[in-house]
Structures are given as C-alpha cells and as structure tokens.
C-alpha cells in the first residue's frame, strides 16, 4: 500500500483565496483524521470521520474552515476564505488500530 | 488542554548512549501510541501500546505504561544521529481512536 496520499504538498496562496487540501487514506481504514500543525500550537485534531461520516468538528477553528468525505478513498479540507494565520502544515491520517500520517501540506497564506 | 505532555521538552545525548522521553497524561485511556517526526516530515507511528500492557519492545525501543501513575516511557537504546527527531505521545482516552498529542520532545543525537 502506497501510505496515506496528501495532495499538494505545498500550497502558496493569498490572502482571500479558497484552498482545498486532499487526503487518499490507506484502504480499508475506517477512520479519518485532518490535523494541523504550528510550532505555536503544537500538533491539533480539526476533524474526524469513521465510515465516511463526521464524528467530531470541534477542532475546526472557525466556519472558514470546512471537510468532506464522499467515500472511503477520498477527503477533502477546505478553507475560504484563507487567511495569513491558517499558515501551518496540514496532515490527513488514517487508522484502524493504529493511526498512519501522509506527508503533509505546507500551507502558506500571504 | 493538553493530554498528554512530554518530558523533557529536549534532550541532546551523545551517539551510542541511551535515551528516555516521558510522557504523562490526565484522563484515563484506551491505547497510547508514540510516533517520530523528523524535521519537516509528516509523523511516523512507532508503538501502540493498550492500557492492559506494561511494556512493548520494537528494536531498540522500549515503551513502558504505567497506568496507575498515568505515564508512558520511551526508550531508544544506543542512540544514532539518525533518531534525531521529534517524539510524541499520542493518547485515546474513548476508544474511538480519536487521539491527543502530547507536545513532543525534540531529540538531538550528536555523532
């Protein structure tokens, strides 16, 4: 199995800008997980989903922020619009037991 | 609040000796997990250890749980440049697999 996918890696946009993050989690898990992370606020759980439905979005900061996930093999974290303090890195991971991090998205908002 | 905080927050040993990360948390939980991250990397899993286990070994690592005093230790016998990292616990506390991380102990091996 390749892992979890994050696409893209890096982002670079402006201020105002709607940005979609995706996320490929290791087939067959069942649960799926979009964190951020910032050397301010360490490593943060926005939003997770078991079975394609969401079970907790108290992590999301604020409506800017929104998630999706239409079906097993695929999910989407949305931000519009951007703003310079959503700069951070973004990681999906997905589980069973055990949780399995993709790379990341470097998200730089200016 | 954090669940799960690491100590100390770094720790820079030289290569060959052994290091140990400690992690405690407040509530009690389900599964404890430790995990890598270097350097602009996403984070890679390393133990999952259950609340009935005391100790779980994977090469040169070393996990212990001691629920009654609500810590975890992580340990990494004789130490190589490559374990220069970040370490994080992560703790499930529902069995929902929703996990808390711990803010991580920055580990520098020096060679």
């Known amino acids: 199995d390749a892992g979890v996918i994050q696409s893209p890696r890096h982002e670079v946009t402006e201020m105002g800008q709607e940005v979609t993050l995706r996320c490929k989690p290791i087939s067959g898990h069942d649960y799926l997980f979009w964190y951020r992370q910032t050397m301010m606020r360490g490593l943060e759980l926005l939003i997770y989903f078991n079975n394609n439905v969401p079970i907790d979005d108290s992590g999301m900061p604020e409506d800017r922020f929104s998630a999706k996930m239409p079906n097993a093999s695929f999910s989407t974290l949305k931000i519009q619009p951007s703003e310079p303090r959503d700069s951070a890195v973004y990681f999906c991971a997905s589980s069973g037991d055990t949780q399995y991090f993709g790379p990341g998205t470097r998200l730089t908002v200016l | 609040s954090q669940q799960g905080e690491e100590d100390p927050q770094a720790l820079s040993i030289q290569e060959g000796e052994n290091a140990t990360m400690n992690c405690s948390y407040k509530?009690?939980?389900?599964?404890l997990q430790w995990y890598r991250q270097n350097s602009g990397r996403g984070l890679v899993h390393l133990i999952l250890?259950?609340?009935?286990?005391r100790e779980k070994h994977s090469g040169r690592l070393r996990v212990t749980l001691d629920t009654s005093k609500k810590s975890s230790s992580l340990l990494i016998t004789a130490s190589r440049a490559a374990d220069t990292a970040s370490y994080f616990c992560?703790?499930?506390?529902?069995?929902?697999?929703?996990?808390?991380f711990g803010t991580g102990t920055r580990l520098k091996v020096l060679a």
């Open positions: 509530t009690s939980i389900n599964n």
């Open positions: 992560a703790t499930d506390t529902s069995g929902t697999y929703k996990y808390i």
């Open positions: 250890i259950r609340s009935n286990e």
